[in-house]
């Protein structure tokens, strides 16, 4: 009697197994966001009539308690039922998305990189609510399932600023606010292209703000006018605005993009020179001047 009652429920698995599900599906994309559980994979399921029976699918759910992985899943044909429910914990099946963000990347950018890889992220909601997080938004590259929000980006990225940057800011032992740290390293980011530069820029940048000088950088007023490496007119050098460096004194209102550690580092830790001037000659080097005199000559030498 015992090995009747095992060969019927054998037989009963089996069916269940081989029909739960409806032969319906081939490939089919769908995405797991981040805190997705196995509800969401059958509510997918059901929704693209893969699957014939909800009842089924939790009774082997609950028997097998898989751990779904967030990720943008490949069905590339129909599964029996017991193999959706084990497609959505395996690792080897989920396509990530590589989310790369350069240092100095400005809201903006990273919003328009955000809805161009995720299937989730409006740009224009990232910006936003964004807003006030600029420069704190951490330059890196991040692996993401595809499924994520504009939300569980910005989270992820002012996460990892708290465990790469934040450890480093609380280095400096200086007069600056953290906030004032990374506004100054968004200006370094865009001014130098190389550590040694950076570390010098943001000594002598470090020194305009301790004597009174204004900072007089055009990377304030690119970031105010919209991208660009245009020569800036004289009148536009003169034209009052929050961003305008040449005409305000001290920092501008917020960080004019989001710096990486680099820059984050020089201002805590800069070179200490004798400069007051720098300028990027048409060949890219910099070129450092004492005095205004030597700039001009510079300008002169240098940018013709």
Known sequence: MKKYLFVFLFLCVYGVWLHGSTGKCEQLKIVIPQGGSMQTVENILLEKKCIRSKFLFDIY??????QVRQ???IIAQSLPLYGYITAFSREDVAVQTRFVIPEGY?????????????NQCN???FVEQAKTLQGYLFPDTYIFGGGETKSEVIAVMQKTFEKKARPLLNTYMGKLSAYEIINLASIVEREANNETDMKMI???LLRRLQIG???QVDATLFYERGEGTYDLSIKELRQDSPYNTYTNIGLPPTPIANPGLRAIGAVVNPIQNKYLFYLTGVDGKMRYAVTHDEHVRNKR???R
């Open 213 to 215: 000088m204004a900072l």
């Open 61 to 66: 759910t609950n028997l097998l308690n898989p």
């Open 202 to 204: 943001a000594d002598i």
């Open 106 to 118: 400005t809201n903006e950018q990273i919003a328009t990189q955000c809805q161009a890889k995720l």
């Open 301 to 303: 030498l240098y940018l």
């Open 71 to 73: 990720g943008t899943y």
């Open 123 to 125: 740009a224009k909601e």
